[in-house]
């Protein structure tokens, strides 16, 4: 390579843009720029390359050549006193930066970042952040902003508000005629060459319109580009002195003018005189195609990252490719696609395109066509080409001589030991927590919750409720990098971070409850280094807190905790004995907290009547050698509740309903408690309280009903003597424990009050009965059913004693 080669390349450059570098402008995350900045950088050959991005970053360059580097990836920076103050910089496969690191990778030419540097940038945005803003869609903006590590854009760090900023794509597609900037980048870059004949002509043109735009709107909004500027001006100055005319610059199409703008160097300084500053770390991490999109929730500056990615990928015939992708994810989803199909899509988008005169069809008319052929006018497979390919799901990879802190590290070497490899797609994972491999995946999983690392999200088990068995919802963001280089510092590996994370919120909690689910989540999570100071801090905490509401808040969690021991090998029993002890307080404490309530506190307490009753069952089996029978004692406190006038109905009906269903109250009893209240003496709020606790609050109060005629027929009897100037005060209470019941038992007893509680038996006698109930027991129907039941109890042919017994379960 001579140095006549490159002058030449660089003297028709100079003829066309002026003397200096060869700027070329460029979208970010747009393929068409990506070859055409290949295409730019194979004709000048360079002896440098300087790309807009954070100079920290040039030690990391290096890395990209590495064969375990896929992007998408992401250059991190985070402050190393607050990792959470961070900013990213997303690199694609189609990013014209990416091509411009490996182009210079591949010929063994060095690469600088030259934008304004990191160590400004994340303490700049710290001053105010709220006037941060991602405008990605811009073409030439597309770096990082510091805002909890999750925004990005370098033009994200302008401080002008978003309402006053130009918008270059915006304003070059209206003058164009366009009301879509999108469509009208495709139009002009995506769907054309590089040029005919000439690599640097689509260059020049967006300089030009750039440099126009820039006189009539200055810096457009974004003031503090003016200071970005400055300073890789000053950094291609010092590269012009080391290499001479062989610069090439990689950068926003919106910075062109000013980096050609001829400046001093004094004027520059000034500019960057006084930044703030903050001491910054820097790496690659993963990225995803999802966080490239606007669509979910991060503004990058391109709807369809996936559509892009294939059309920088694919050598020709984009549109009969990516239908034909189209085509074969739709029968990974069993849905009917030929290739007469592909073809006719084929067309119709050719039409369309013909039709509004684009040089190409563009995502819009593949997409209708696909709607039109393909989903037969539906948009719900439409949503599933959108998310899939559209948008995608690519996650990228970094290497491991990437830089990163020890809890990363640590973290990466579990996941790969438990093969537990994190990916962008929303997966569900099912454990069985007999299994070693699956217990262990568990415990990673809580602890990386308890350190605020939200990979996986606890979901509804299917098919089993046991505690042996969990379900977890997976997916993995870019920006949990950041949470765990917060996490890091709690300590160098995921158990020892957790362990002290747990400790240090056990005496930072505020509220009891709060240490009764720290409690619990350090037993899923298996720190048992930090149990002994969680259990220290929930006694005192258990020993000062008097509110009633407070205990029974804090019970059931940790009763549930208590289930955890013979899954988990946990040792319980001192987490029983401060269950225990709360048990009992609240027997003591329960009666006199539930006087003088008002409604809402009322119905709060209720709520945790039930928690108590039904964490007791649990805790009585485990603690009653040393504590007795606490489910008797429980059952006692309720027999006071429910005789107390001075307890609000609510809870009064709702202890009432809990000593019938556990067999300490007789039906007769309880029809005689409900005619008491339901008597004319009685206020009609009260009663109508009462009734809610009763039969409402999801407690299968309407199947009681049902059954039970004597306590329907009090109910209907109550209901119809409601006075009128009354019964607009009760009927939102009603008619809010009665919609709670299912469409079935609502209708089966709107039956039994139209043909009157008490006349079931009379006229299923007479034959007439109501629908869903006869006389007796239809044994032929019941023995019908016996074969499905042994299938479902797993019996199989089981011997004729086994059958007997479920015929007479099923009688």
Same mark, same amino acid.
């Given at each position: 390579m001579s140095d006549g080669g490159r002058g030449h390349a660089y003297g028709g450059r100079t003829e066309a843009g002026g003397e200096g570098p060869l700027l070329l402008g460029v979208r970010h995350h747009g393929p068409g720029s990506a070859r055409a900045v290949r295409a730019a950088l194979a004709a000048a050959r360079p002896r440098v390359v300087l790309i807009e991005g954070p100079p920290e970053a040039d030690a990391l360059i290096p890395l990209a050549a590495d064969e375990d580097m896929r992007p998408p990836v992401a250059l991190l920076a985070h402050a190393v006193d607050e990792p959470g103050r961070s900013a990213f910089w997303p690199l694609a496969e189609f990013s014209p930066e990416w091509v411009a690191i490996r182009w210079a990778l591949e010929h063994d030419v060095p690469a600088h970042f030259i934008d304004l540097p990191a160590t400004h940038t994340l303490a700049w945005g710290s001053d105010d952040r709220e006037k941060e803003s991602s405008q990605g869609e811009k073409p030439e903006e597309e770096g990082a902003a510091p805002n909890g590590g999750t925004d990005i854009g370098s033009d994200a760090r302008a401080d002008v508000r978003a309402d006053v900023r130009v918008d270059p794509l915006a304003v070059l597609a209206e003058i164009a005629g366009y009301d879509d900037p999108e469509r009208w980048w495709e139009d002009v870059v995506e769907h054309r060459g590089p040029g005919d004949g000439d690599p640097f002509a689509p260059f020049t043109a967006l300089e030009e319109a750039m440099g126009a735009l820039r006189e009539a709107y200055g810096s457009g909004g974004h003031d503090r580009d003016l200071v970005r500027e400055a300073y890789m001006r000053l950094q291609m100055r010092d590269a012009q002195r080391r290499f001479g005319e062989g610069v090439a610059v990689v950068c926003g199409a919106w910075h062109v003018p000013a980096l050609r703008h001829r400046t001093t160097v004094a004027a520059d300084k000034a500019l960057l005189k006084g930044l703030p500053k903050v001491k910054t770390d820097m790496t690659w991490v993963p990225w995803t195609y999802r966080r490239l999109s606007r669509h979910s929730g991060?503004?990058?500056?391109? /709807?369809?990252?996936?559509?892009?990615g294939h059309l920088f990928r694919t050598p020709d015939r984009p549109v009969e490719r990516w239908l034909t992708k189209v085509a074969g994810l739709l029968r990974e989803e069993d849905r009917l696609v030929s290739s007469a199909h592909v073809i006719e899509a084929v067309r119709l988008a050719g039409t369309l395109a013909t039709m509004r005169g684009r040089p190409l069809a563009g995502l819009s008319e593949t997409?209708? &066509? +696909? #709607?039109? +052929?393909?989903?037969?006018?539906?948009?719900?497979?439409? !949503?599933?080409?959108?998310? #899939?390919? +559209?948008?995608?799901?690519?996650?990228?990879?970094?290497?491991?001589? !990437?830089?990163?802190?020890?809890?990363?590290?640590?973290? @990466?070497?579990?996941? $790969?030991?438990? #093969?537990?490899?994190?990916?962008?797609?929303? #997966?569900? %994972?099912?454990? /069985?927590?007999?299994?070693?491999? @699956? &217990?262990?995946?568990?415990?990673? =999983?809580?602890?990386l919750r308890l350190l605020g690392v939200a990979w996986g999200e606890p979901a509804a088990s299917r098919g089993s409720t046991g505690t042996f068995r969990e379900t977890w919802r997976l997916r993995w963001e870019p920006e949990l990098a950041v949470r765990v280089a917060e996490a890091g510092v709690w300590g160098t590996t995921v158990l020892g971070a957790a362990t002290a994370k747990a400790e240090s919120d056990a005496v930072a909690a505020q509220g009891l409850a709060e240490v009764t689910a720290l409690a619990e989540r350090c037993l899923l999570a298996d720190l048992p280094d930090a149990l002994p100071t969680v259990m220290r801090v929930l006694a005192d905490r258990a020993a000062l807190d008097a509110d009633v509401g407070h205990l029974a808040q804090a019970l059931p969690a940790l009763v549930r905790s208590l289930r955890y021991g013979d899954v988990r090998g946990t040792d319980t029993a001192a987490l029983t004995e401060v269950a225990a002890g709360l048990a009992e307080r609240i027997f003591v404490g329960l009666p006199p907290a539930c006087a003088a309530l008002d409604a809402d506190a009322a119905?709060?307490?209720?709520?945790?009547?039930? *928690?108590?009753?039904?964490?007791?069952?649990?805790?009585? /089996?485990?603690? &009653?050698? &040393?504590?007795?029978?606490?489910? !008797?004692?429980?059952?006692?406190?309720?027999?006071? =509740?429910?005789?107390?006038?001075?307890?609000?109905?609510?809870?009064?009906?709702?202890?009432?309903?809990?000593?019938? /269903?556990?067999?300490?109250?007789?039906?007769?009893?309880? *029809? $005689?408690?409900?005619?008491?209240?339901?008597?004319?003496?009685?206020?009609?709020?009260?009663?109508?309280?009462?009734?809610?606790?009763?039969?409402?609050?999801?407690?299968?109060?309407?199947?009681?009903?049902?059954?039970?005629?004597? =306590?329907? *027929?009090? +109910?209907?009897?109550?209901?119809?003597?409601?006075?009128?100037?009354?019964?607009?005060?009760?009927?939102? %209470?009603?008619?809010?424990?009665?919609?709670?019941?299912?469409?079935?038992?609502?209708?089966?007893?709107?039956?039994?009050?139209?043909?009157?509680?008490?006349?079931?038996? $009379?006229?299923?006698? !007479?034959?007439?009965?109501?629908?869903?109930? *006869?006389? @007796?027991?239809?044994?032929?129907?019941?023995?019908?059913?016996?074969?499905?039941?042994? %299938?479902?109890?797993?019996?199989?042919g089981a011997e004729e004693d086994a059958g007997n017994d479920l015929v007479g379960v099923a009688r």
């Open positions: 991060y503004g990058a500056g391109i /709807d369809s990252p996936g559509w892009y997409t209708e &066509a +696909v #709607r039109a +052929v393909m989903c037969d006018g539906s948009d719900v497979p439409l !949503a599933l080409v959108h998310d #899939r390919l +559209v948008v995608g799901d690519a996650l990228g990879e970094v290497p491991a001589a !990437a830089p990163a802190v020890p809890l990363q590290r640590d973290l @990466d070497r579990t996941q $790969r030991r438990l #093969r537990l490899k994190p990916e962008a797609a929303e #997966r569900e %994972l099912e454990l /069985d927590l007999r299994k070693e491999t @699956d &217990a262990e995946r568990s415990r990673l =999983l809580h602890r119905e709060e307490m209720r709520r945790h009547v039930d *928690a108590v009753h039904g964490s007791l069952g649990l805790l009585d /089996d485990v603690a &009653a050698p &040393a504590h007795g029978d606490l489910r !008797a004692r429980w059952h006692t406190v309720l027999g006071v =509740l429910s005789r107390r006038d001075t307890v609000p109905g609510v809870i009064r009906g709702r202890a009432v309903r809990l000593l019938l /269903d556990g067999g300490e109250l007789a039906q007769d009893e309880a *029809a $005689r408690l409900m005619g008491l209240v339901l008597s004319p003496g009685t206020p009609p709020a009260d009663a109508a309280a009462w009734i809610e606790g009763f039969v409402g609050g999801g407690s299968g109060g309407g199947m009681l009903l049902v059954h039970d005629e004597r =306590l329907l *027929a009090l +109910v209907d009897a109550w209901l119809t003597g409601v006075p009128a100037e009354a019964f607009t005060d009760v009927l939102p %209470l009603l008619r809010r424990t009665f919609s709670a019941y299912e469409a079935g038992v609502r209708r089966t007893l709107g039956e039994l009050v139209r043909r009157g509680p008490g006349q079931r038996g $009379r006229e299923a006698a !007479a034959g007439s009965g109501i629908p869903g109930f *006869a006389a @007796d027991l239809d044994g032929e129907r019941a023995d019908a059913v016996l074969p499905v039941v042994r %299938l479902l109890l797993g019996l199989g």
